[in-house]
């Protein structure tokens, strides 16, 4: 909240005003998901690299108008790879987060067992999102799109961008 030092909570008075930080990571697109029933492009799937080097799956990006939607299937399709040898070929989530494993998190990709419901990218596209919740490495809410950063390698976005100084858990500031 911001206000006057000195003002108090005064009831029915809209005299503080809230305001949120602006997050902002910049992250790889692996993939997408299309829409079931149309040719539209419905969200990207955003990664991060860890420590280990592995692309990690933080969230996703998904609100586009139509003509967005269309523009960017076509701008990607270039992007289109095999599920084999692609970072999430046999899963992405599969750890789970801190209350269990994840809704569309998948043990393992069988096309035998189950559809693949998200078409893979090569990791080379990097945009700019913005959040507002962190859940233990995990965007909890939709990211914003930005812009698309053709100036970033995809190889420097990293976990640790995620990291507030001075933030507890979830990336709340803590008040002493």
């Given amino acids: 909240m911001a206000k006057a030092g000195e003002l108090r909570y005064r009831p029915g008075a809209r005299a503080m005003l809230k305001v949120k930080p602006d997050r902002t990571a910049d992250?790889?697109?692996a993939g997408f998901r299309p829409y079931v029933d149309r040719p539209l492009l419905s969200s990207l799937l955003l990664g991060l690299y860890d420590d280990a080097n592995e692309?990690?799956?933080i969230g996703i990006v998904q609100s586009f108008t139509q003509k967005r939607r269309r523009e960017l299937?076509?701008?990607?399709?270039p992007l289109c790879v095999p599920l084999d040898?692609?970072?999430w070929e046999h899963g992405f989530l599969t750890g789970g987060g801190p209350t269990g494993r994840l809704a569309g998190a998948a043990g393992r990709w069988s096309p035998g067992e189950m559809a693949l419901d998200w078409?893979?990218?090569t990791p080379q596209r990097?945009?700019?999102v913005a959040y507002?919740?962190?859940d233990h490495e995990r965007l909890r809410h939709p990211a914003r799109f930005r812009r698309w950063r053709p100036d970033r390698e995809p190889s420097s976005c990293r976990l640790d961008q995620l990291a507030v100084p001075g933030t507890a858990a979830g990336g709340i500031r803590a008040l002493a």
Avoid: A, M, N
């Fill in 27 to 29: 992250c790889v697109v």
């Fill in 85 to 87: 040898g692609h970072p």
């Fill in 126 to 128: 990097v945009c700019e």
């Fill in 119 to 121: 078409v893979p990218l």
């Fill in 55 to 57: 692309l990690r799956h």
């Fill in 73 to 77: 299937l076509e701008e990607l399709q």
């Fill in 132 to 134: 507002d919740q962190l």
